[in-house]
């Protein structure tokens, strides 16, 4: 695929003396939603970390639009993740301290955006995700589903090419969850964002346009894992 | 699933001739197989029989398309009898999927069997994915989006019993026996 807009080879990373990662090859294009699935442990987020640039691998490369994500420095990777990839966590990425529209506006503000144009973007993320209303609420007094949906909008609010999504529905209910993926998987439509999707549930992977199946530090053909 | 009960259910709100039956069922049942003419009035004859529905008025013309068909009182207490009646759990000893899984190490091996699996969880994922898809549509309305949510979390059951035994022929040592 020459459209792929970030690509991985050869990954490997371990953890002391254990491998995590053991020579993943990957890649994902403009607008579309790969899921990452697996058993737990079989080192799903070693490799969205590393693909994000929050982890850099022990060997290999990953390349987001011809450029080395592996070699930059710790202070470019952050500016990219700040700008040009989102991330997704489970739960818990909300500051408690500050309101919906402070949590959402703050990559921008991070970015050098002024106040006044973030809180505004702020709001019509929020909005766009069916929260407008949480605006001047803090994390503590919503919902796990509208806090997801805030950190969603956070995600989002700077418009990044490839969303990383480790677990997103995984600390909710069915019904939560899928209002998470359906606005998840609406705004990356309509935004033509890549969705780089960790799942290990086959529901949630449902969401994607392809699986990718890991095992052991590897991605796996199914089929050949199946007959190892 | 039991079609003479469904179509008890769709006389409940009214008489209806067989054709009405029909498109109400296929209309309602959105995910099951659209319903034969044949077996609608090989159907509604045997509920006729037990005395369950009765002939309505029939237009001039006459013709079995022309007759209506309504609930009576014995229809509508073994309709009410079939709602309030728990199904067995689906018998899983019926289900192909496991069946091929347990003729495939029978007659091969472990190896057949994952390749069998690793195929059928190829097929399942598809499925689930156009599901997922028709829920998400903005068209789909409440009973499109129930029906797509009983075969998603079907399909969803099956996909972690088949992830769980690819990784359990694959090696067999693993799990409960170790
Ligand atoms: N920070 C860490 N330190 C040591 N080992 C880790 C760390 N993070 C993950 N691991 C190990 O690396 C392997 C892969 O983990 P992970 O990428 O979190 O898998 P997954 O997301 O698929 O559950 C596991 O064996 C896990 O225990
Ligand atoms: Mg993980």
């Known amino acids: ?228 | 699933m039991s079609t003479s009960h469904v179509l008890l259910g769709l006389l409940a709100e009214g008489p209806k001739h067989g054709y009405e039956l029909k498109r109400a069922h296929d209309a309602h049942m959105p995910r099951a197989k659209p319903l034969a003419f044949g077996q609608v009035y090989a159907t509604l004859g045997r509920l006729q029989r037990d005395g369950l529905v009765a002939e309505g008025d029939r237009d001039r013309e006459g013709g079995p398309e022309r007759t209506s068909f309504a609930l009576t009182a014995q229809g509508r207490e073994r309709l009410d009898a079939w709602l309030s009646e728990v199904e067995a759990p689906a018998p899983f000893v019926a289900s192909a999927l496991l069946a091929k899984v347990v003729v495939a190490l029978l007659a091969a091996d472990g190896r057949r069997a994952g390749v069998y699996l690793a195929a059928q969880r190829a097929a399942h994922q598809q499925r689930l994915r156009e599901l997922t898809a028709a829920k998400l549509d903005p068209e789909s309305g409440l009973g499109d989006v129930i029906a797509a949510d009983f075969a998603i979390s079907h399909l969803d059951a099956d996909l972690r019993w088949m992830d769980t035994t690819i990784a359990r022929v694959a090696d067999p040592n693993r799990g409960v026996r170790s």
Not at chain 1, 4 to 27: D, Q
Not at chain 1, 198 to 219: F, K
Request: aromatic share 4%.
């Open chain 1, 1 to 228: 695929m020459n459209d792929a807009i970030l690509s991985a080879r050869g990954l490997v990373k371990s953890y002391g003396n254990s491998p995590a990662l053991r020579g993943v090859t990957f890649e994902v294009a403009a607008g579309e939603i790969v899921a990452v699935t697996g058993p737990s442990g079989c080192g799903k987020s070693t490799l969205l970390h590393c693909l994000s640039g929050i982890l850099r691998p022990d060997a290999g490369e990953v390349v987001y639009r011809e450029q080395r994500v592996d070699l930059m420095p710790e202070s470019a990777r952050a500016r990219l993740r700040r700008s040009e990839l989102g991330v997704l966590f489970q739960f818990g990425q909300l500051v408690a301290e500050l309101t919906a529209a402070e949590n959402v506006s703050l990559p921008l503000l991070l970015a050098g955006t002024g106040r006044r144009a973030a809180r505004t973007a702020a709001l019509t993320w929020l909005d766009r995700l069916g929260v407008a209303e949480l605006a001047e609420q803090r994390p503590g007094e919503m919902s796990g589903g509208q806090q997801q949906r805030v950190a969603l909008a956070r995600a989002l609010v700077t418009e990044p090419r490839v969303l990383f999504a480790d677990e997103p529905t995984g600390a909710l209910d069915t019904l939560a969850g899928e209002q998470v993926m359906a606005h998840l998987v609406r705004l990356a439509r309509a935004h033509r964002t890549a969705v780089v999707l960790v799942t290990h549930e086959p529901r949630i992977a449902g969401y994607a346009d392809r699986e990718v199946i890991m095992r052991d530090g590897e991605l796996a053909d199914v089929a050949l894992a199946a007959a190892r």
